[in-house]
């Protein structure tokens, strides 16, 4: 690890809330953001709602938005919320259905949502509109038709539309809602069902070609988070902490691998296996992801290629550009290894509704 890290840490937050200064457009609503230098917001104004959403989800995680004065609150909680449709769920506006990459509308919505929604919620705010959208999914016998129709041959896409819908059942239970509580219980049930015993993640062993390791990781990792929030003990993690640690230390990687192999591996760690392998790989990732911060401050997902943005065919931007999506999947990530090698060097505030970006400190195993 570079000498002096809690130094670079604060110079990397720091680089980081002055990038994003640099994203927020002048006028207009508070908290607006174009997503990247490249963003022509005139041509791809609904760019503005993902950009704006993951902004305002690593501004809260780097503090920008504690004790946010309530009218600029509700200003940028009802820009959030204007994207939002009648049935609740979130949408660009531009969105047409050929110009998606992602197998179906439910895939979108709940991804889009799931983002939006916790935005909105974490700075303290509410969205416009009640989740009508997940009505149909709010019955044993749905669910269960919904569960059985999973195809874990793509447990990556899999394991967003779970924590998706997990995220969207936790909420409407904390809001009173009694139906939820048994369809939680249930799809914990499925997860011990359907773990794999051989990986510790969810997949398809039979699935031709086989599920590739690391794909059948990156969706488990949104897996876990069910058992995070709820405070429930996961199974086999010695298979699972020792793939993680087989290539955590191969240097930054997607944004989204990153993110995804530290939230289990700084999950695990409370576990007891392998702690000083975890804290070692931690270390030398944080190296990794310090140096991949991008001279003007903000990050980027990886080098090389095109970028397409939560699943809109139509914006394609460069790869290598520091963007609001990559930035607060690393500081994240920066945020979630300090959470383990330099606990209360730093307040790291982040989302409260799971999904990437959820940690929860007090992740206890029972």
């Known amino acids: 690890m570079a000498h002096n890290p809690e130094k670079r840490v604060s110079e990397m937050r ?29 041509e791809f104004p609904s760019m503005l709602l993902p950009a704006t959403y993951d902004a305002t989800h690593c501004r809260k995680l780097l503090g920008n938005y504690e004790n946010l004065p309530g009218a600029k609150r509700d200003e ?6 204007s994207f939002q449709h009648e049935a609740g769920n979130y949408r660009m506006h531009q969105m047409r259905r050929e110009d998606i990459y992602y197998p179906t509308w439910e895939y979108i919505d709940f991804h889009t949502t799931n983002y939006a929604m916790g935005a909105v919620l974490s700075i303290g705010g509410r969205p416009k509109k009640p989740l009508r959208f997940v009505e149909p999914y709010c019955s044993m016998d ?39 509580k048994p369809l939680i219980e249930h799809l914990f049930s499925w997860h011990g069902q359907t773990q794999d015993a ?16 690391m794909v059948a990781m990156a969706g488990a990792s949104h897996n876990f988070h069910l058992y995070y929030y709820l405070n429930r003990p996961v199974r086999y993690i010695e298979r699972i902490v020792d793939h993680c640690l087989s290539f955590v230390s191969d240097g930054a990687m997607s944004a ?11 999950n695990m760690r409370r576990y007891g296996y392998r702690t000083a392998d975890i804290e070692g790989g931690l270390e030398e990732k944080l190296a990794d992801l310090l140096e991949f911060q991008n001279p003007d401050g903000g990050f980027p997902d990886v080098c090389e290629g095109d970028r397409r943005f939560d699943g809109w065919n139509r914006y394609i931007e460069p790869q290598g550009l520091s963007n609001t999506f990559a930035t607060w999947f690393r500081s994240a990530t920066i945020g979630m290894i300090c959470e383990i090698i330099m606990p209360n060097a730093f307040p790291w505030h982040f989302r409260n509704t799971i999904g990437m970006g959820y940690f929860n400190h007090a992740y206890s195993p029972r």
């Open 14 to 42: 720091e680089r980081a809330r002055g990038w994003l200064d640099s994203m927020r457009l002048k006028d207009g609503a508070f908290g607006v953001h174009r997503a990247s230098k490249y963003h022509d917001i005139t």
């Open 76 to 81: 940028l909680a009802a820009f959030i919320n």
């Open 142 to 180: 749905a669910l269960q038709r919904w569960l059985s129709a999973r195809n874990m041959s793509d447990p990556w896409n899999e394991g967003n539309n779970i924590v998706n819908l997990a995220s969207f059942y936790f909420v409407l239970a904390e809001g009173g809602d009694d139906r939820i």
């Open 198 to 213: 051989q990986t510790g993640y969810w997949r398809d062993a039979a699935a031709q070609p086989p599920v590739h390791p």
């Open 256 to 266: 989204c691998v990153d993110i995804d192999v530290v939230d289990i591996l700084a």
